[in-house]
T-cell receptor
Framework: DGGITQSPKYLFRKEGQNVTLSCEQNLNHDAMYWYRQDPGQGLRLIYY???????QKGDIAEGYSVSREKKESFPLTVTSAQKNPTAFYLC?????????????FGPGTRLTVL | GIQVEQSPPDLILQEGANSTLRCNFS?????LQWFHQNPWGQLINLFYIPSGTKQNGRLSATTVATERYSLLYISSSQTTDSGVYFC????????????FGKGITLSVRP
């Protein structure tokens, strides 16, 4: 069954801790993306990767880090430097390397900082 | 950057009613997508429609790229249509990123 999976679904973190959110896709898509959604808002781009071992900052990259060691995996680390990390995080992927291609989304991870 | 405005911000319908959701954008685009975000947060792809008209069951969409707007039509609405509808666009250009509007919250009452 092809799709995008994210884990965990809910994540609680104490202030000062780094946490890593998982994103996996079996669609054979080249590009992958991480977005952040705050209540009542649209999505904002954190990082994106068009090919393995390469990634680019999006609009709100400060306090986050990523890696792309495998085509199907694009984990996001929320570091202690992120000042307001409580949010809903969505991972997406698209076929081909052009960013304007149709994007498909995973189910999301809700991160709460206690 | 590109501006994306969706209207109305909130919409309440009685089950069975029809509705039109609008998305205005400020530049030429080569990607426009409509999504439905369900109550669990999942973003469901409705249409990939940088221009023209498409239909999928009770939903249809039209994008008039030259006039920089897109419309999403929902006919015979059902309670399961409730949620937030997002329009997202990418301006013309190979490395142009997707920019989201703030969404339209639709509530369909039984």
């Amino acid at each position: 069954d092809g799709g995008i999976t994210q884990s965990p679904k809910y994540l609680f973190r104490k202030e000062g801790q780094n946490v890593t959110l998982s994103c996996e896709q079996n669609l054979n898509h080249d590009a992958m993306y991480w977005y952040r959604q705050d209540p009542g808002q649209g999505l904002r781009l954190i990082y994106y990767s068009q090919i393995v071992n390469d990634f680019q900052k999006g609009d709100i990259a400060e306090g986050y880090s990523v890696s792309r060691e495998k085509k199907e995996s694009f984990p996001l680390t929320v570091t202690s430097a992120q000042k307001n990390p409580t949010a809903f995080y969505l991972c997406a992927s698209s076929m081909g390397r052009f960013l304007y291609n149709e994007q498909f989304f995973g189910p999301g991870t809700r991160l709460t900082v206690l | 950057g590109i501006q994306v405005e969706q209207s109305p911000p909130d919409l309440i319908l009685q089950e069975g009613a029809n509705s039109t959701l609008r998305c205005n954008f400020s530049d030429s685009v080569n990607n426009l997508q409509w999504f439905h975000q369900n109550p669990w947060g999942q973003l469901i792809n409705l249409f990939y429609i940088p221009s023209g008209t498409k239909q999928n069951g009770r939903l249809s969409a039209t994008t008039v790229a030259t006039e920089r707007y897109s419309l999403l039509y929902i006919s015979s609405s059902q309670t399961t249509d409730s949620g937030v509808y997002f329009c997202a666009v990418a301006i013309t250009g190979a490395n142009s990123k997707l920019t989201f509007g703030k969404g339209i919250t639709l509530s369909v009452r039984p």
